[in-house]
């Protein structure tokens, strides 16, 4: 395939959809380097081993797979032209991504009940670690949920319709690999 072929709509898709991957793949990396860290450090003395994850984090992974689940349909009913199911839907994602913020806050709240703390005489490398980590994905997430606003508006203004779906696309993308990087860090956490 020529990059440098087809008209300039066509090279401008492909560029923002090569930048969005450029940036996943920078996001990868950074986690790839906390989880790797994460397993040099398990074997220091003061590791804490019987370490359980709050459950908030569990149902924050559920409340992430419907906000995926929701985003998937919203696209395919804004490509569908069905525009108010998918701005509903969009909206659903939105709320799903705020709550899943707050039961990650929820969830902290129960580590720093349970003794672990951040940073001080009470914390572990455990709990940092998994503060720091939860704290570089709540940033994506963020992110993600402004992307989620950008789509919402788009769409409310009739931007979206069957053959122009590159932003949505491109948000979709963004917001589905946030997911999926929770869902590795949760699986990864309890393993």
């Known amino acids: 395939m020529d990059l440098t072929k087809g008209t300039r709509e066509e090279k401008r898709a492909r560029a923002k959809k090569m930048m969005l991957w450029f940036t996943i793949i920078s996001i990868i990396m950074m986690f790839a380097g906390f989880t790797s860290a994460y397993v040099v450090s398990s074997s220091r003395p003061?590791?804490?081993?019987?370490?359980?994850?709050?459950?908030?984090?569990?149902?924050?992974?559920?409340?992430?797979?419907?906000?995926?689940?929701?985003?998937?349909?919203?696209?395919?009913s804004i490509a569908k032209n069905n525009r108010g199911l998918?701005?509903?839907?969009?909206?659903?994602?939105?709320?799903?991504?705020?709550?899943?913020?707050?039961?990650?806050?929820?969830?902290?709240?129960?580590i720093i009940t349970h003794g672990y703390y951040f940073t001080g005489p009470a914390s572990t490398i455990n709990s940092s670690f998994i503060y720091m980590v939860v704290i570089a994905h709540l940033a994506h997430v963020v992110a993600g949920l402004i992307v989620l606003l950008v789509l919402i508006y788009n769409n409310f203004k009739q931007r979206y319709e069957p053959g122009q779906m590159l932003g949505i696309e491109l948000g979709a993308t963004f917001w589905h690999f946030v997911d999926f990087l929770w869902i590795y860090l949760f699986v990864f956490f309890i393993s």
């Open 46 to 76: 003061d590791w804490v081993a019987d370490y359980q994850l709050p459950s908030a984090f569990v149902w924050s992974t559920v409340i992430i797979i419907l906000s995926s689940i929701s985003l998937f349909f919203s696209k395919r």
């Open 86 to 110: 998918g701005t509903g839907l969009l909206i659903t994602t939105f709320v799903l991504g705020v709550v899943f913020i707050v039961l990650q806050f929820l969830g902290f709240a129960e």
